[in-house]
């Protein structure tokens, strides 16, 4: 942080080398929320390089979608914007990505999809005909896409998250970002904009890709109010790793969960319900 010159050649070369683009936009966003616009762009700009080289020849776009997505989050942040509507943006952005890029090749995703679904065995046991598989093809085409755009989401995510937790580390105060996590909480609005679009993309096959990317910040929000709640009652952390071990196993019963509790939360706000009286 003591050197553009070091901070912009450590991010280019980190988004240069494969599954090293989280450190790059981790650098991007570190040094848009301590040093502000003019000086995150300028590093972003650096690190966009290698991803648009990776893109144009055939490669994933993931490089340049993470830096620009991180860039704008920490740019809010750095802005005064809470954390909630920085997750929010970014959602957007993922989704814009969804519904207009393809991230794999043909040729890996028809790989892919064989893998995930048994079209013969579901073609047999349902009766389908080739232009009814034809459609569950498309479908799964399209969830695939979203689901790879979710992912890409998270990882983002989890940068602004280290970026932030460095920031606070670095410069204090020491448990800013314990405590901007532990207190997120979507806005009601975003509530009835995901359920109004997850109905439009039930109803509309070329909306399906937003559907994964639409839970993303309800299962950030979700687990922030798991932490929120242990911290207030004082509960064992074994039980909060407990938590994610079930994310693990049970990834899509407990995020599902999760996303459930985050969008009563946004009503209800458990935390304040939950909270020890004061003395």
Not at 183 to 204: E, H, K, M, N, Y
Not at 237 to 262: D, H, K, N
Request: net charge positive.
């Amino acid at each position: 942080m003591q050197s553009r010159v070091r901070a912009t050649s450590v991010a280019t070369i980190a988004a240069a080398v494969p599954f090293l683009g989280w450190l790059a936009a981790a650098l991007v966003a570190l040094v848009s929320l301590r040093m502000g616009p003019k000086e995150g762009l300028m590093i972003m700009l650096w690190t966009l390089l290698p991803g648009i080289y990776y893109w144009v020849t055939g490669g994933s776009p993931g490089v340049v979608v993470g830096q620009v997505t991180v860039g704008l989050m920490a740019l809010m942040l750095f802005s005064g914007y809470q954390l909630s509507l920085a997750l929010l943006a970014g959602a957007g952005v993922l989704i814009g990505v969804a519904l207009s890029v393809t991230w794999l090749p043909p040729d890996a995703e028809q790989f892919l999809m064989s893998r995930l679904v048994d079209f013969q065995s579901l073609q047999s046991s349902l009766g389908l005909d080739a232009s009814a598989i034809g459609q569950v093809k498309v479908q799964v085409s399209a969830l695939l896409n979203g689901v790879i755009s979710a992912v890409q989401w998270v990882m983002t995510c989890l940068s602004l998250f280290l970026a932030r937790w460095l920031q606070s580390a670095l410069y204090g105060p020491a448990e800013a970002f314990g405590q901007e996590f532990r207190r997120l909480q979507l806005p009601r609005w975003s509530v009835v904009a995901a359920i109004v679009l997850g109905f439009l993309a039930s109803q509309q096959m070329w909306l399906l890709p937003l559907l994964p990317v639409l839970m993303g910040p309800f299962l950030i929000a979700g687990l922030s109010v798991i932490h929120g709640i242990f911290m207030l009652r004082g509960w064992s952390s074994f039980w909060l790793g407990g938590i994610y071990v079930a994310l693990i196993f049970a990834l899509p019963e407990v995020s599902l969960l999760l996303v459930l509790v985050a969008m009563a939360d946004s009503w209800v706000d458990f935390r304040h319900r939950l909270a020890p009286p004061r003395a």
